[in-house]
């Protein structure tokens, strides 16, 4: 009997490498030739295909995939009918979704979106913002850009586009003015209605989700291992922060003299510096810190 397959839509472009990572870190390995759109995965019940972020909710709807990783704005933007199974966040992204803004040239007399009436937009997502520009009655033409978004609204050819952008920064540093955000954006991990009724398949995305949302939360923290004397603990537990409750364990006393614990937390990596000077000075010792792959609620 074939072993039955996962068909999974992975991004093509600018999140593959970032994606691999994520499936490294859940405990995946794959390998993608340099010509290839078929990448090699460890893993027999999953078969993977690349494909660009933009297409992939129309594919994963058609059946064609059973699940897939692109933003929430592709899926908008192309009206498909399929299931947010999870959300993913990526190393060295922040948690606050992304976002598509409508900009201007800086002296631009364009200060709200009701001022484009009769006024000319270039963006990518031309679906999502017709749709914002018919909820508020304004009569604006949007056309599609291929690229170089920002050079149109600066050259004159267009009065006004819609970008993605995450801190709006790099919009301001190219003389453009955010009017306002049309839509925000996460990734996300989709998969077709029809693949989660079928039970061997639910349970595959399902082991799926929760092995990649075990990599997504442990980005950025990392464990700390440490032992201290039983009149020390007190001061230690109230310097100690936790994401619940730190896991204490008794150690064996050769001796029978003051009783000694371990103790073992997960924190911010960002914590790190600041808070082990803080331990050891509270009595702990022993102090070990520790990479973490997943972090499975």
Known sequence: MSTPRLTLGLPKGSLQQATVR??????????????SYAPAIDDPELSPLLLRAQEMSRYVEQG??????????WVLENGSSVERVARLVYAKQTTQPVRWVLAVPAGSPIRRLEDLEGKRIATELVNVTRAAL?????????????????????????????????????LI?????????ICESTTQLIANPSALRDPWKRRKIESLTTLLSGAVEAEGKVGLKLNVAQRNLKR????????????V???????????????????EEQQVKRLVPKLKEAGACDIIEYPLNKVIH
Not at 24 to 35: C, T, V
């Open 236 to 247: 230690v537990m109230d310097v100690l922060p936790a994401m619940k409750r730190p896991t």
């Open 64 to 73: 064609v995939l059973d699940c897939g990783i692109t933003g929430n704005d």
């Open 22 to 35: 994520l499936f490294e870190r859940a405990g995946f390995k794959i390998h993608i030739g340099e010509r």
């Open 173 to 181: 540093a190219n003389g453009l003015r955010i009017v306002e955000t």
């Open 249 to 267: 364990s008794q150690l064996w006393a050769r001796d029978g003299g003051d009783p000694w614990w371990a103790v073992e937390v997960v924190i």
């Open 134 to 170: 018919r909820a508020r009655k304004i009569g604006a033409s949007v056309e599609f850009s291929w690229g170089a978004t920002e050079g149109k609204v600066r050259a004159g050819l267009v009065d006004a586009i819609v970008e993605l952008t995450e801190t709006g920064q790099t």
